[in-house]
């Protein structure tokens, strides 16, 4: 009955019992649904990766599922949270893996979580079922500009809250960026269809090939305002930013009229458009980010000699994973770090026969996170190269709305809080938004306008953020699961990626490595508390512990949503007030748990997802009660 | 009751074992720890090519007795992976999970050779040529007339190369840009430093790319090469040893993410200081600015890193001294027709 007994100790009396479930006589689990803030602030504070995922996916619950083989229901945590887990699993900028707590000094490095994502797309059921919580009809008719990441994501969203969506895209296929901008041997295209096949099939209406904007044949924005009730603009930013160059007679918008000088984003949008793309034997491309890197490993692909990325910073400063600097260094690819483009030198002919660059030295921290590069004066100097790419960033594109719209200093579309622009009923998500930024912050975006929109018009929160809170009779973890390397992903070998422009690069985790690597994961969802008027002090769990993460505290801060927060420490057995599991130091190792002579140490399962509200709070803004289970 | 300072060094190699004397000099009472992913104390790189004259102790080739180390009250950790440096607490994170606190940190780290990433997934069956244990497992491998094939090729491994021809080993180098490396030498000069290195009896064979090594389980009758380079293009080479030499590359992994300026190497003011103002760095690993050419210079060869040690020591007990490098740069060929380097030269 310990099980029973642990669980008591930290549910009020007061709350929902309902989720437990007994067999026998024992019981073995305890469920319940929390809004609390206490308990959302928990897992904002302890699960570094879900917290920094844009889309706040449930990340301990999907790779626990790999360990237990249910990669099924591993898939579908995570498409709770992200429609296209498969994608992602591909291409994700992973901002989960830079605060992962096995990355933390000491700890080694962080888990494989993108790598881990894939394994659950790549090794569910051939008939695996996806599950599917549907509102019923609203009668709600919704248009959706663009069909990339966060006008699919927007979509599949509103759509399961029962309303009418269609989409309207200017390409030929859905996907935006993820089709047009990312090359396949990164990103196989029966993954990307296939994802996208199931967030349209619920009954969304995708007309592709009809644009939206002023011209003769598009669809007109006031149109679709009167013939819809609320249009979400998902266009993202499929404009790149123009290079400046001092002026050296040349106008901006004619650097690239020079033959052999291309916009990166429209190189790999024309390519994947269909059309035949060539560069020359040397070719230089200027930028720091995927496309940057996508260009070089393109042009690679298309028979380039020798290519050059050039940065302004350094390797260390750039939004680019380490894997996919590496991948691109394999394929022969130099980097080259503080230079800046200052001047195109051509041959007589006109066409481009170098580039002059000015070095650079490191400087402060931009605001944005990024490293400030400052030119030093004097210092040009040449580099031959017949191909450039320029990939310095991308903007949006606003000339198709013919309504007018407020827009922020960058020209992006500025939304209020509700995620609508300042025209009523005109919502906005993704790059549209808030600039360039990554697939699953456009995800992630893309969903959460959705829920505001479904709120706009359906007048009250009908789907909303929950923690699932269940004790736990085990630690799930051994300590040996702690001393497992980093399982690296296999790749096909360099002479065989060049053959053409679609063999994929990374393979996949077979299975073996695949379990290894989610046993990596220290299940930060677990949450660790000793019962003090249990304990007895006897020091076992400290003498245990691999880190300082049991300690001795004279109090604790309460943070302002009421979760605990700065322990205040103290070594002198006096004036300790409380025994206290630190979950920030903490690695769920569980050797604490097992050495308990009194069984007063409680592992809980705090896991922080959206849950439909129940039909008979619909609208009712104070305490909702929530009830469901997990698909 | 003044507390001693704490000096942490990391390698201890040329320059860290030059900046550990000299902080012993200038602080008299201070702490000092050198830490080392090396097994044995400071060996000098020029001296390992003895072990094809027959030298099999290592203690032979120690550059300085074990009783320096105590008499100076250096303590020298070996076999110490640094993982990681926490700048905020100025703590050093040890692969084995030990923590050690500083109070002034000297990167002397080194660069190790560089494997394309190309070829990294055959680093199993590649030869290095760092320790004093690479040179003696090479030495066994080539027995009494071995052929070693060099990649890419540099001033380290031309250095071995002349070692192991004097050995009476065949060397074929299948150079690429990093020949000379770190000697910036005009495309019309090379043909003439080629034919001195051919003069010394090595071969030297370009535009042929290494896509892959494979090992051989049974040599053929008569043979006995354990390794097969696979070339993009033509026939496979045969060979004893296949050892990379496309130049130096800093070893800072451990430094990544501290906040302190990378760009290749740790990059460095004049004085040696890095962007922290409790973290310098000498030899291999730094980068330092040069307000002439504006722009950040590495500084290889014996007397170079040497210097950078000395100086690094003297500027962080209170000095302030610029390095400036008096080493000349010119690869010459000797009257006889050979090749050298001053990158050869060392005390």
């Known amino acids: ?631 | 009751m003044k507390q001693s300072r704490r000096y942490a060094i990391i390698g201890s190699g040329a320059a860290g074992t030059e900046a550990a004397c000299q902080l012993r000099n200038h602080d008299p009472d201070s702490v000092i720890t050198v830490v080392t992913t090396s097994k044995l104390q400071f060996i000098d790189r020029y001296d390992l090519p003895r072990v094809f004259d027959g030298v099999d102790d290592w203690r032979e080739l120690l550059v300085h007795p074990p009783e320096f180390y105590h008499d100076n009250k250096i303590t020298v950790r070996r076999n110490t992976w640094v993982s990681s440096v926490n700048t905020r607490e100025n703590k050093l994170n040890f692969r084995h999970k030990e923590t050690m606190v500083y109070d002034k940190l000297l990167v002397a780290s080194g660069g190790g050779g560089h494997i394309p990433e190309g070829l990294r997934e055959f680093s199993a069956y590649l030869n290095p040529f760092t320790t004093f244990q690479n040179a003696v497992r090479l030495r066994d491998s080539l027995g009494k007339q071995g052929k070693v094939v060099m990649l890419g090729g540099d001033m380290v491994g031309l250095d071995l190369a002349r070692s192991l021809t004097a050995a009476g080993h065949q060397v074929t180098i299948f150079a690429n840009e990093t020949l000379f490396w770190p000697h910036e030498i005009k495309q019309a000069d090379i043909a003439q430093y080629v034919k001195a290195l051919e003069a010394m009896g090595i071969k030297v064979v370009f535009g042929r790319k290494p896509v892959a090594v494979e090992q051989i389980s049974r040599p053929s009758k008569g043979t006995s090469y354990s390794r097969r380079l696979v070339f993009e293009k033509g026939k496979p080479e045969l060979a004893n040893a296949i050892m990379p030499f496309y130049g130096l590359m800093p070893a800072l992994n451990f430094m990544m993410g501290t906040g302190v300026d990378i760009e290749r190497g740790l990059l460095v003011n004049p004085h040696l200081k890095t962007t922290n103002d409790k973290i310098w760095a000498a030899g291999d690993v730094c980068q330092i600015w040069s307000p002439e050419d504006n722009r950040y210079n590495f500084f290889y060869g014996w007397a170079n890193v040497k210097k950078m040690g000395l100086i690094a020591a003297h500027n962080m007990t209170g000095g302030s001294t610029e390095m400036k490098t008096s080493q000349t740069n010119k690869l010459k060929i000797t009257k006889n027709g050979v090749l050298h380097s001053p990158y050869w030269e060392h005390d």
Not at chain 1, 40 to 65: F, L
Not at chain 1, 406 to 423: A, F, P, V, Y
Not at chain 1, 588 to 612: D, H, W
């Open chain 1, 1 to 631: 009955m310990t099980g029973e007994k642990s669980t008591k100790l930290y549910l009020p009396e007061n709350e929902d019992f309902s989720g437990t479930q007994a067999f026998g006589t024992r019981v073995v689990t305890t469920v319940r649904y929390s809004t609390d803030p206490r308990d959302v602030g928990w897992v904002k504070e302890n699960i570094p990766c879900q917290t920094a995922c844009p889309a706040s996916t449930n990340i301990p619950a999907y790779i626990r599922s790999i360990v237990e083989k249910r990669y099924g229901r591993s898939y579908e945590l995570n498409r709770m949270a992200n429609v296209l887990p498969g994608v992602l699993g591909r291409i994700c900028s992973r901002p989960c893996e830079d605060v992962c707590r096995h990355g933390w000094p000491g700890n080694g490095e962080p888990v494989a979580i993108c790598h881990l994502k894939r394994v659950a797309a790549d090794y569910k059921s051939p008939s695996h079922q996806i599950n599917e919580s549907l509102f019923t009809p609203s009668g709600k008719r919704l248009a959706v500009v663009g069909a990339g990441p966060a006008g699919i994501a927007a979509a599949y969203d509103l759509t399961t809250l029962g309303h009418n969506v269609t989409i309207y895209e200017r390409e030929k296929n859905p996907g935006g960026m993820l089709r047009y901008g990312i090359p396949a041997f990164r990103l196989p295209r029966e993954i990307l269809n296939e994802e996208i096949r199931n967030a349209v099939r619920l009954g969304v209406d995708l007309k592709t090939g009809v644009a939206v904007g002023t011209g003769e044949n598009d669809v007109s924005l006031k149109s679709l305002r009167q013939d819809f009730d609320a249009v979400l603009l998902s266009s993202g930013c499929m404009a790149p930013i123009e290079l400046p160059l001092r002026k050296n007679g040349l106008a901006q918008d004619e650097t690239s009229d020079i033959a052999g000088v291309e916009y990166g984003l429209n190189f790999l949008v024309e390519m994947h458009r269909g059309k035949t793309k060539t560069v020359g034997k040397r070719v230089a491309v200027v930028g720091a980010g995927f496309t940057a890197l996508d260009c070089a490993r393109v042009a690679c692909r298309l028979g380039a000699e020798e290519v050059t990325i050039h940065l302004r910073t350094t390797e260390e400063y750039i939004p680019v994973t380490k894997e996919e600097l590496f991948e691109c260094k394999r394929e022969s690819v130099n980097i080259l770090g503080l230079r800046t483009p200052v001047e195109l030198l051509t041959h007589e002919d006109g066409s481009l026969r170098g580039v002059r660059f000015v070095q650079n030295r490191l400087g402060g921290w931009r605001a944005n996170g990024r490293r400030l590069a400052i030119p030093i004066e004097g210092s040009e100097f040449d580099i031959e190269c017949d191909t450039l790419l320029i990939a310095i960033g991308q903007k949006t594109v606003n000339d198709y709305l013919d309504m007018p719209l407020e827009l922020d200093r960058w020209n992006c579309i500025k939304i209020n809080r509700q995620g609508m622009t300042s025209r009523k009923g005109v919502f906005a998500a993704g790059d549209f938004v808030g600039g360039p930024s990554t697939v699953i912050e456009a995800v992630g975006h893309g969903r959460k306008i959705a829920l505001k929109m479904d709120r706009w018009l359906m007048g009250g929160e009908r789907r909303k953020q929950v923690v699932k809170v269940e004790s736990v009779g085990d630690p799930l973890r051994e300590r040996a699961f702690d001393f497992i390397p980093l399982q690296e992903m296999p790749t096909t070998p360099v002479k065989q990626r060049f053959n053409d422009m679609t063999t994929e690069v990374e393979q996949g985790l077979e299975l073996d490595k695949a379990e290894e690597e989610a046993k990596r994961c220290y299940l930060c969802y677990l949450k660790y508390e000793i019962d003090v008027d249990n304990c007895i002090y006897c020091r076992a769990c400290i003498e245990v512990a691999p880190r300082d993460c049991i300690k001795l505290v004279e109090g604790i801060d309460i943070n302002k949503d009421g979760s605990y927060g700065l322990l205040r420490e103290t070594s002198e057995w006096d004036k300790t007030g409380a025994i206290w599991v630190d979950n920030n130091e903490c690695i769920r190792c569980g050797a604490c748990y097992m050495v308990c002579p009194t069984r007063c140490i409680s592992i809980t399962k705090m896991e922080l997802f959206y849950q439909n509200v129940a039909e008979k709070n619909h609208g009712v803004q104070e305490d909702p009660v929530i009830k469901g289970v997990m698909p």
